[in-house]
């Protein structure tokens, strides 16, 4: 009998808001979607190997790091020895009781190279005793007072550790801790910029020059979409000015294939060479969110691809989830960022009300990400089974890994 697992991930960042690494959520059928998402995942070692094997660890390579979640059982397992430790960070839960046989293993994994990241820490829980072999320390901001915080992100200064702030979801979460000058963060507060007041996105350089080199060799229509769909910013611009009366089209323009057709090289050029004159660096979206976005849009485009839908739907899905974040991106309702689109209706509603097939994929997409209890539903929903949905999320992380964002 084959062992499923859904697969999630949450960016961790270092103190300057750079992607360092991912801790992955593993669930494990329906059980692990009843113990709640911040349950301790105690996951069987078979189910993290074969999830492993199916995704490949190409996106492990490189600077970023896997924060994997182990109990007893896990820690003891000859299978860990199987990933590649120097991008692995096991991650201890703070009720683990420490034995000396336990102390001794963690010891032995540490001289193999893998990390150790105490999860939850508190000097008061069982965990405390790995202090000595842990080189990050993850803090709680929701679990105590902010007087109690600062007295423990205090307290482990004089420990030789990465402390990281994780559950950060709210501004006053997120001064608290870059105040006290911890190491990392970890929370949903990263998906959103701290600007109040509405915010400017431009592309990165390197697309708007790699698009003009394009134009300029006359490329193929596929290899201009590519570069399209490395970044949100260049998308949005895109669709906007396309969609705009100064484009002076007269139909809504719902894909990149489309909108490069009816624009022609020679247009998209001349829009392009405005782009880079009028785009400065301080306006650069966060590499966090823009992978976030872009990670959406890939997911979605290869389960329409799996639903038997057709390329030209597919590119729709992608643009929703693409666009998934404008409210975030651009600190506001995501109706009144739409405003600025003029998208296909079917798009609108997806992104307003998760309506329609596209909507329905985007729910689908958004529980995986945070392994809320109606992911199993929502799969079944749109005819995916459990297997076939972690092949292809794990195909979709590999495919934004390797566009090295």
Not at 158 to 187: F, K, M, N, T
Not at 319 to 330: C, E
Request: net charge negative; proline share 3%.
């Amino acid at each position: 009998m084959s062992v499923s697992a859904f697969l999630g991930r949450q960016p961790v960042l270092n103190r300057n808001q750079q992607l360092i690494g991912y801790e992955l959520l593993f669930r494990q059928s329906a059980v692990a979607f009843e113990a709640g998402t911040h349950a301790e995942l105690d996951a069987d070692t078979e189910v993290l190997v074969n999830t492993l094997n199916h995704m490949g660890t190409s996106w492990l390579i490189g600077s970023k790091l896997a924060f994997i979640n182990v109990g007893e059982a896990m820690l003891g397992s000859d299978f860990l020895e199987l990933l590649p430790p120097r991008r692995v960070v096991l991650e201890i839960a703070n009720t683990l009781s420490p034995s000396n046989e336990l102390l001794s293993r963690v010891r032995h994994l540490r001289s193999l190279g893998f990390g150790v990241a105490l999860d939850g820490f508190t000097f008061d829980a069982p965990s405390a005793a790995f202090l000595d072999l842990a080189n990050y320390v993850k803090l709680d901001v929701q679990a105590m007072t902010s007087s109690a915080f600062q007295a423990l992100a205090v307290r482990l200064r004089s420990y030789p550790v990465i402390r990281i702030a994780e559950r950060v979801e709210s501004y006053e979460h997120y001064h608290l801790v870059r105040d006290l000058g911890l190491d990392g963060y970890q929370g949903y507060y990263f998906a959103k910029p701290e600007t109040l007041s509405a915010k400017v996105i431009h592309p990165g350089f390197a697309n708007i020059l790699k698009l003009l080199n394009l134009l300029r060799q006359d490329a193929s229509l596929k290899d201009v979409e590519a570069v399209l769909k490395m970044d949100v910013a260049l998308s949005f611009k895109l669709l906007r000015y396309v969609n705009s009366a100064a484009a002076g089209l007269n139909t809504t323009i719902s894909s990149f294939s489309h909108a490069l057709t009816v624009l022609g090289y020679k247009r998209l050029y001349r829009w392009l060479t405005l782009l880079l004159v009028t785009s400065s660096e301080q306006g650069m979206l966060p590499a966090a969110l823009q992978k976030t976005a872009v990670s959406r849009a890939r997911m979605m485009e290869v389960i329409a691809l799996e639903m038997g839908l057709s390329g030209e739907t597919a590119d729709t899905f992608f643009i929703t989830g693409m666009f998934s974040l404008l409210d975030v991106i651009f600190d506001m309702p995501i109706a009144l960022a739409l405003e600025h689109l003029n998208l296909p209706a079917d798009i609108c509603a997806a992104l307003l009300a998760h309506e329609g097939r596209a909507g329905h994929c985007l729910e689908l997409v958004l529980a995986m990400e945070c392994g809320g209890d109606s992911l199993p539903a929502l799969a079944q929903g749109l005819d995916i089974e459990a297997d076939t949905l972690n092949l292809l999320h794990t195909n979709a992380l590999s495919w934004v890994e390797e566009l090295s964002l």
